[in-house]
């Protein structure tokens, strides 16, 4: 779905107020009743609170259900985006939006601009999207659903993203700048960067194969697995080697010496990204070498001459004298167990599990979006199928925003008034 921000900059503090009310219901509601909305808002009369929703409805932040049995809404992925809008704008980390580089089956990528004028990446997590083909197909997959929903989902995939993100950064890995996540979405840093995927022939082949294989055994050694290490999750990023460019300083005009390149490579997505402990550790490993393999031989027409690397001996490097294990470092940053329990099964259940389409970041323009999966999005709205099918009460909650994010978003009388938003709010997406 297309990032909207149209309605953003029109929308009153008691507007904001009636929103979060509308997510901190859906925690344990399908469909939010009004009275309850009217009493998570904390606004006094309830005429004000019908003029909210009506404004939050017509900018399809919310919706009504259709022959629901007592009145009341339900939160909208526009809602969720909004929400985690105002928490970036609030936040100071997001000023302005621009366009949108990259379609995945997955997330949607935005470059966005901070408050210093800095281009960052907005990455959000949809995980939804790729569900409603599956479960037309094979409704009993409803049935088995016992607590989130599908924006709950994309919670914890961007949770997930954005703790490994971070503790990769910390410990010398190429990846993005992590900069913030609220709810399903992540900042990063904007990299400088090709995929893998359309670079069509490189100098040294044999060299970018090793230094890619090489990134696998290092995330081995600190107990991690990416699970999704394939040429779309590759950046390439191109680099004057300092020798070469000492020698090019000081040489003559009439040289003829050529700049020296070296090829970088950065990694990105990870919510598949998984212990060397887990069940099936030693098939994502596998996978993700035999992608490299696969990808070397069929576009520069490379083989190694070497077998593996293999599981046995990589999981053996893990947490040795040398390392630690980030793996155990993410889950008490606060990516739990169960989290981590949770999504794996969703993604291993709707086939979210590496296949299809990729995210793209860096120099790239936006891939070939799913059209049919955009109206099963729109048909699976109407329908409900956004939020727990089963109805009932959710222990876990589908959104469990941080105490810092409804914190913000009910701050009364402190949080800047309507006409100030314009001043600060989100660009218009052109």
Known sequence: MKLDTKAL??????????????????????????????????????????????????????????????????????????????????RQTLYSTGNCIGVGKESDIYVVASSTGAQLILKIHRLGRISF????????????????????????????????????????????????QSRHTVVMELIDAFPLRQIQEVPDPAGLYADLIDIVLRLATFGLIHGDFNEFNILIREEQTPAVEEARNTETEDSESKPG???????????????????????????DINCIKQFFERRFSFVSDEPGP??????????????????????????????????????????VD?????????????????????????????????QDPGGNDSSDGLFESSKEDEAEAFHGQSDPPATNMAEVTLEENR
């Open 354 to 386: 590496g296949d299809g389409r990729h995210d793209q970041i860096g120099h790239v323009e936006a891939g070939d979006p799913d059209t049919s999966s955009t109206s099963s999005i729109e048909e699976a709205s109407s329908d409900g199928l956004l």
């Open 261 to 287: 390149i070296t090829l970088i490579p950065v990694i990105i997505d990870f919510p598949q990204m998984v212990s060397v402990d887990h069940t099936n550790a030693e098939m994502y490993f596998d996978r």
């Open 133 to 180: 083909r599956s479960i037309k197909n094979n409704r009993d997959y409803l049935k088995h659903r016992s607590s989130a929903s599908w924006m709950y989902m994309s919670r914890l995939s961007a949770l997930k993203e954005y703790a490994f993100m971070k503790v990769l950064k910390e410990n010398g890995f190429r990846v993005p700048e992590p900069v913030a």
């Open 310 to 351: 293999f599981f046995a001996d990589a999981k053996k490097l893990a947490g040795g004298p040398k390392s630690k294990r980030l793996d155990i470092e993410v889950e008490a940053s606060g990516f739990s167990r169960k989290m981590a329990k949770e999504l794996g099964k969703y993604m291993q259940e709707v086939g």
């Open 9 to 90: 900059r029109y929308l009153t503090t008691e507007d904001w107020r009636v929103l979060t009310a509308v997510e901190m219901g859906s925690k344990n509601h399908e469909i939010v009743p009004t009275p309850l909305i009217t009493q998570l808002s904390g606004l006094r009369g309830g005429s004000g609170v019908h003029k909210c929703i009506s404004t939050l409805a017509k900018a399809n932040l919310i919706a009504r259900m259709k022959n629901a049995k007592y009145d009341g809404y339900r939160l909208t992925y526009g809602g969720l985006d909004y929400l985690a809008l105002h928490t970036h704008l609030k």
